[in-house]
C-alpha cells in the first residue's frame, strides 16, 4: 500500500501519499473495492498529496480506500498482432479478437530525435487524381481533412488506406477521439465489407467515456503508427477523428484538477500538449507517419484558440464541399480551399506548378461564368469565354474517379492514376488538345490519354 484516498470527483482522486518519493508523474495507481479493480494517473504531486485521473469511473469509491502501485505504465501490444484489431485508450481489444501479448510497448515513451528526422523524405502518391494534383502530400506531413457528413469523408478515408497499401504495402491507423460510437460501428463494419480490415489497427475513445479515456486515445494509437514505421519500416497512413476532441478532453481534466484556464476555458499547456502529439508524426529514415486529422471547429470560428493550435503544425488541408457531392461529383474535393505546403515550384516542378494556377484559373473564372450565364445565356459569352467555360467542365468531371471502396455500389472498376499522366490529361485540356471530345466522356475515369 502507497496510500489512501481522501477526495473523490468525477474525473480525479486524491491521495495521501506514505512516502511520495516511490511516485512518479505518469504512474499507474490502483484500488481493489468491492471486487472491481479502479485505476488511476498520477498527473500531479505536491508534497505527500497526488493528485490522479480515474481510467473508468468513481463510482463506489470513497475516502480511506488504501491504494497500491501498479508496476505498469500505460501500454499497448506493440507487435505484429495489432493489425485487424480495435482497442480502447488503454491498450485493452474490444473487437472480438484475441490477442495474446507478445510485447506491450509504454504509450508516452517515444519521440523522434533530430538525428533520425527526415525532412526530405519525398512524396506521397495515393493515386487519387484531385489530392495528387491539387494538395500533394510529403511523407510525414500532417493534413487537416475537413467535411461534414454525407459528403463521403469515410469513402476518402477507405480509399486512402486501399490505394496506400497497394502501392507500398503499407498499413494504416485510425484513431477515434470523442465521435459517437456508432459511427465507430458504422466505420468498422464498412472497413471489414471492404475487406481492409487485415491492413488497419485502430483505436477508439468514443463521445461516452470520460476524459481521461477521450485524451489517452492519441497516445495508444501514436504507438501503434511507430510499431509499423520503426519495426516495419512502413510509410503509415494516421488518421485521426478528431483531433480537437483530444484538446476538449485537457479542457476537461484540467477543470477538474482546479487549474486556471486560459480564454474559451481550454488549459494554460494547450499549446505543449498539441506540440507533444504533433511531433510524434514525422518522416525517419526507417519510414514515415502520414496523418490526416479531422478538425471541428467551434461555432464555425476559424480564430479559435484551439483550432490555430492545431492549424499552425498542419502543412495543408483537404476540404470536402455538399455542393461538389450534390452534382454527384466523388471524391466532393473543394479545389479552392484544398491546400498544400508542397505546392512550390521548387518541390512539385515549375509544369506542375503552372497547370495548377492555370487550372484555378480556369476553375474560377467557370463559377463567375456560371452566373452570367443563368441571366443571359451562353450566348452572349465571348469566344474565349466560351472556351474557358466548356474545358474547365472537362476539366471538372475529369477530378471525378472511379474508387476501389466504391466498386460494388457503382460497378466502375477502381483506378489509380500516375501523376505524370495527370498532369499530361490536365495539359490537353486547358490546351484545348480534347475541344472536340464531349464532357461527359471525362467523368469518372483514370487517365483519359491512357484510356
Do not use: W
Amino acid at each position: 500500500m502507497i496510500g489512501k484516498i481522501i477526495a473523490v470527483s468525477d474525473l480525479s482522486v486524491k491521495i495521501l501519499l506514505n512516502n511520495p518519493s516511490e511516485i512518479k508523474i505518469q504512474d499507474i495507481l490502483y484500488a481493489n473495492h468491492n471486487d472491481h479493480i479502479y485505476k488511476f494517473e498520477v498527473v500531479e504531486i505536491n508534497g505527500n498529496i497526488c493528485k490522479t485521473i480515474v481510467f473508468d469511473n468513481v463510482i463506489y469509491l470513497k475516502k480511506g480506500i488504501p491504494i497500491f502501485k501498479s508496476e505498469d505504465k500505460l501500454a499497448i501490444e506493440y507487435s505484429d498482432q495489432i493489425l485487424g484489431k480495435v482497442f480502447d485508450p488503454y491498450g485493452n481489444v474490444i473487437s472480438n479478437d484475441t490477442l495474446k501479448s507478445v510485447k506491450k510497448k509504454n504509450v508516452y515513451e517515444r519521440n523522434v530525435s533530430l538525428e533520425e528526422l527526415d525532412i526530405q523524405s519525398g512524396l506521397l502518391l495515393t493515386g487519387i487524381k484531385v489530392i495528387d494534383f491539387f494538395a500533394p502530400i510529403q511523407k510525414g506531413s500532417k493534413l487537416g481533412l475537413l467535411g461534414g457528413a454525407g459528403v463521403g469523408k469515410t469513402v476518402l478515408i477507405k480509399e486512402l488506406m486501399n490505394n496506400v497499401f497497394k502501392k507500398f504495402k503499407s498499413n494504416s491507423i485510425f484513431i477515434g477521439i470523442g465521435e459517437r460510437s456508432r459511427e465507430g460501428k458504422e466505420l468498422y463494419d464498412e472497413i471489414v465489407k471492404s475487406n481492409l480490415i487485415d491492413k488497419i489497427s485502430m483505436v477508439f475513445g468514443q463521445m461516452g467515456d470520460n476524459a481521461t479515456s477521450r485524451s489517452k486515445a492519441i497516445y495508444s494509437g501514436l504507438t501503434l503508427a511507430e510499431y509499423l514505421r520503426d519495426e516495419k519500416n512502413q510509410d503509415v497512413l494516421l488518421f485521426v477523428d478528431n483531433i480537437y476532441r483530444y484538446v476538449q478532453a485537457l479542457s476537461e481534466i484540467s477543470a477538474e484538477l482546479g487549474r486556471s484556464p486560459i480564454e474559451n476555458g481550454y488549459p494554460t499547456t494547450m499549446i505543449s500538449d498539441v506540440s507533444k502529439v504533433e511531433e510524434r508524426i514525422n518522416s525517419t529514415r526507417e519510414g514515415s507517419i502520414t496523418s490526416f486529422q479531422a478538425i471541428y471547429i467551434p461555432a464555425d470560428d476559424y480564430t479559435d484558440e484551439s483550432v490555430q493550435t492545431i492549424l499552425s503544425h498542419l502543412d495543408g488541408q483537404i476540404v470536402l464541399d455538399r455542393s461538389i457531392a450534390e452534382k454527384g461529383i466523388y471524391p466532393a474535393i473543394d479545389v479552392f480551399k484544398t491546400t498544400s505546403a508542397l505546392v512550390d515550384p521548387d518541390i512539385i516542378g515549375k509544369r506542375h506548378f503552372d497547370l495548377i494556377e492555370k487550372s484555378l484559373k480556369f476553375l474560377t473564372r467557370y463559377t463567375e461564368l456560371e452566373e452570367i450565364i443563368v441571366v443571359l445565356g451562353i450566348e452572349e459569352l465571348s469566344e474565349e469565354d466560351r472556351q474557358i467555360f466548356y474545358r474547365s467542365r472537362k476539366l471538372r468531371n475529369y477530378f471525378s474517379q472511379p474508387l476501389f471502396v466504391s466498386e460494388q455500389y457503382t460497378g466502375i472498376p477502381g483506378q489509380l492514376v500516375d501523376i505524370n499522366d495527370v498532369l499530361d490529361d490536365v495539359e490537353n485540356i486547358l490546351n484545348g488538345t480534347y475541344d472536340d471530345v464531349d464532357e461527359s466522356k471525362f467523368l469518372y475515369i483514370g487517365s483519359y490519354g491512357r484510356k
